[in-house]
């Protein structure tokens, strides 16, 4: 049991966590846990916590928090997420993740109140009937077996240094790279649903896109940006927002409605070329050292 008090004019009131069961455990060290939140023994709200698949047992996330409407506006939520970061640092947890859906205000702003950093977000957009057109002289293509060889292994290594860029070991990074790739990509440059292409502008190849025309889980929209990148010496001359349009060519003719992707909070020039396209966000992901 977690408890936290907070001191209002009468009398003092105690806020504990009081688990609804035993802590349960998955592989590779996974917990996950749920709790009521009480105030003065009276439950006013739920929350479960567990560590992050995606991270490892260091990693800890709090999956929901609901205080009843009626206990609201009281601090209830601030007082749970503080003893949820206590359950988490008992656990062994060294950092929390929690992921807000954008209509959400409230709950962001508690979020950063408490100390968390946006990390990344997801958008949307919802396509229109008619294809756009892509700029003159520019024009996409599938990529041929040695373009994706060469393209996979640059793409594997630039997800292990983004991964080991968010502490998680590098062994376990490449790991993941490895298992993802071929989760998401079986057949290669072949995989059914999937468009990996190259742009070129009037015959030069200028950027890459990957593409998945199909939903990759529950909730995710039906087509899915993964990968977009323009070559470094062609930067800057509009290829990003042509490839962007290039992926909205390539879900519409595969009978696709939305795309989705996601974005880091600290890539503000994708960020402005996103909303300048008419994506909206979605869903913040946001995290918390635990020192």
Partial sequence: MTAAAVRGRKPLMTTTLRPTGPIQHGADGAKSRQYRVCVNSRPVGMIELGTDSRFGPSVGRIASLHIDE????RGRATVAALAAEEVLRGWGCVRVEVSIPAAAAAA????SALGYTVRNRNMLK???AEPPVLPAGSEGRP???AEYAVWIEHTRQG???NL???GIPEEQARAKSDSDHASALPGGERTPDT???VLRHEGTPVGTLWVALRPMGPGMPGAYVFD???????????HGRTLMLLAEREARAAGVAELGLNVYADNTPAVSLYDSLGYETTEYHLYKQLL
């Avoid at 962001?108 to 979020?111: E, K």
């Avoid at 977009?228 to 509009?238: F, L, T, W």
């Fill in 195 to 197: 468009y990996v292409g």
């Fill in 159 to 161: 997800y292990v240094r």
């Fill in 143 to 145: 990529m041929s077996g």
């Fill in 70 to 73: 009626q206990d609201r506006r």
């Fill in 126 to 128: 919802r396509l229109p």
């Fill in 164 to 166: 080991v860029g968010r």
């Fill in 108 to 111: 962001r702003h508690l979020a």
């Fill in 228 to 238: 977009v990148e323009v070559a470094v010496e062609h930067r800057g001359r509009g």
